[in-house]
């Protein structure tokens, strides 16, 4: 270090020059240490983002995979149901608009779309509760239940992976 200084001393035109450098290194560093914290937080965001997409679909996977060992009550329907709420409520309060990407497939609108799958499924759960009139439910409308329960896992699912979804096309009259 000290032979640099001696260096530049000797050499007084290129003085100017190594200023120039530091300044430029010391705008670098600025840049980085201001930025970093919100790099940190947008990547933080996006992995939020992915736990609460897997968390919509695990919990109407919980059910469907343990429905199958059970006839279900209006009092298991219902606390599934209620289960599914909180999960909507987690998902409603996240800050979608903060992540960085809104595009068509990007994991915003598949949090918006997985909030309404969540959601429709335990509004079908809770009127499925309440047709059972305070009855345990039959095989077949536990297979009923299971079959509405697999196509919202799929849809669930599809979202979760990033998979390309299309708009169903219903047959003319």
């Known amino acids: 270090m000290q032979d640099l200084i001696v260096w530049l001393t000797a050499h007084d035109k290129l003085a ?3 200023q120039f450098a530091g300044a430029i290194l010391a705008l670098g ?3 980085v240490t201001a930025f970093a914290p919100t790099w940190r937080r947008k990547r933080q965001l996006q992995e939020a983002a992915k736990r609460l997409l897997l968390n ?3 919990v109407i996977e ?3 995979r343990t429905s199958a060992n059970f006839l279900p009550s209006p009092l ?3 606390a599934a149901a209620l289960t599914m709420t909180a999960v909507v409520d987690e998902l409603s309060r ?3 608009f903060e992540l960085d ?3 068509p497939n990007s994991v915003a609108r598949r949090l918006g779309a997985m ?3 969540v959601r429709l499924t335990s509004l079908f759960l809770e009127t499925f509760a309440s047709d059972l009139n305070g009855e345990t439910a039959t095989e077949d409308e536990r297979d009923q239940l299971r079959m509405f329960l697999n196509d919202r896992l799929t849809l669930a699912g599809a979202l979760v992976l990033g998979h390309e979804l299309k708009r169903p096309e219903w047959s003319g009259s």
């Open 16 to 18: 100017g020059w190594a």
């Open 29 to 31: 560093l600025t840049y």
């Open 56 to 58: 919509g679909y695990e």
């Open 62 to 64: 919980s059910y469907h």
């Open 76 to 78: 298991s329907v219902r």
């Open 94 to 96: 996240f800050p979608i």
């Open 101 to 103: 990407n809104q595009g």
């Open 115 to 117: 909030g309404q799958t």
